[in-house]
Nanobody, 116 residues
Framework: QVQLVESGGGLVQPGGSLRLSCAVS????????MGWYRQEPDKERELVAV???????NYGNFVKGRFTLSRDAAKNTAYLQMNSLKPEDTAVYYC??????????WGQGTQVTVSS
């Protein structure tokens, strides 16, 4: 009933920026939270950023002020602005959304590669 489509990944040089988007479609009911996790091969999936219905935003410890998460409720779309990217940010970034009715839904993932 709920689908998430991610976009915005790609290859950037260290210090560069990317803006990820995650659009929610379908008939979601009862927004709870939305954001991104990321995962590198042979590593655990880790939280990047999450925004809750009350507007509170939590970031992963590795972000250190470099990333900004926002959400346009009218468009059912979240955005992750990533600045000052580092090689260690290289991973597959998975968008997710949690709703009261549908529970958690995951996007297809988008590859972010930071390399010179």
């Amino acid at each position: 009933q709920v689908q998430l489509v991610e976009s915005g990944g790609g290859l950037v040089q260290p210090g560069g920026s990317l803006r990820l988007s995650c659009a929610v479609s379908g008939r979601p009911f009862g927004f709870v939270s939305m954001g991104w996790y990321r995962q590198e091969p042979d590593k655990e999936r880790e939280l990047v950023a999450v925004i809750s219905s009350d507007g509170n935003i939590n970031y992963g410890n590795f972000v250190k002020g470099r990333f900004t998460l926002s959400r346009d409720a009218a468009k059912n779309t979240a955005y992750l602005q990533m600045n000052s990217l580092k090689p260690e940010d290289t991973a597959v970034y998975y968008c997710y959304a949690n709703h009261q009715l549908q529970g958690t839904t995951w996007g297809q993932g988008t590859q972010v590669t930071v390399s010179s």
